[in-house]
């Protein structure tokens, strides 16, 4: 925890953007929501696309680690949240936004059921060996036939130190093998990116479902 908390305080948050992802706009309709569901977006942080997901009429609930990412969310909305402690976890509600601050692994089950999720950010934040223990905190906290949207970014692992860690499309597939259905949106190749001295990167959209 330490790590991501000397990341928010000294700013160094190269993850975080300043608009929309225009992949989530691109492919969120294919989930066939309505306009009131409640979409999940596990490590938050201050994401401008929960705003977008509110937007489209979604009630929001983020999981987040670190409380200083949390209270500048909603500084930033230029609201002020109920806070209220959840076990060893603390609850921010300002509607349509929820984020409950904490190691998002030890919330409990059911604390949400949500009817969708949405990862940008979450999954490639984390190394291999806790990804199996993320999926299945997925399946805790959304409700069966909920779906997901996951983007992902992959690249030759020994090029660069995670984060963000390497997530290809066959990971994704073996992650999500049971009790998940998984459908490729979109693949492409980033040529930008290849700034930071990587042979190459790729990213890729996936809809998920929980069956």
């Known amino acids: 925890m330490e790590f991501w908390h000397n990341r928010w305080v000294t ?8 608009e ?10 294919s989930l066939e929501l309505p306009s009131k569901a409640e979409v999940l977006v596990p ?3 201050k994401s401008l696309d929960m705003v977008w997901l509110a937007e489209q009429g979604h009630d929001v609930v983020g999981f987040e680690l670190v409380r200083h990412a949390v209270e500048s969310f ?3 909305r230029k609201v002020e949240p109920k806070k209220e402690s959840l076990g060893r976890h603390r609850k921010y509600t300002s509607s349509p936004f929820t984020v409950i601050q904490g ?3 030890d919330i409990g089950e059911k604390t949400v059921q949500a009817d969708a999720w949405y990862d940008r950010a ?7 060996d806790v990804r199996a223990a993320y999926v299945e905190q997925l399946r805790r906290q959304t409700k069966p036939g909920a779906v997901g949207l996951l983007i992902t970014y992959a690249y030759p692992q020994h ?18 093998t049971d009790g998940f259905e998984v459908d490729q949106l979109d693949h492409v190749e980033l040529e930008d990116e ?18």
């Open 159 to 176: 090029e660069m130190e995670g984060p963000p860690f390497a997530l290809h499309d066959e990971d994704v597939r073996r992650f999500y």
């Open 74 to 76: 909603f500084q930033e």
């Open 43 to 45: 490590l938050c942080g």
């Open 20 to 29: 929309v992802n225009e992949m989530l706009v691109k492919h969120w309709p």
């Open 11 to 18: 700013d160094q948050i190269g993850w975080h953007r300043s």
């Open 122 to 128: 979450a999954m490639i934040a984390l190394p291999n």
């Open 103 to 105: 190691d998002l692994f």
């Open 194 to 211: 290849r700034e930071r001295g990587l042979s190459s990167i790729t990213l890729s959209v996936f809809k998920i479902t929980r069956v």
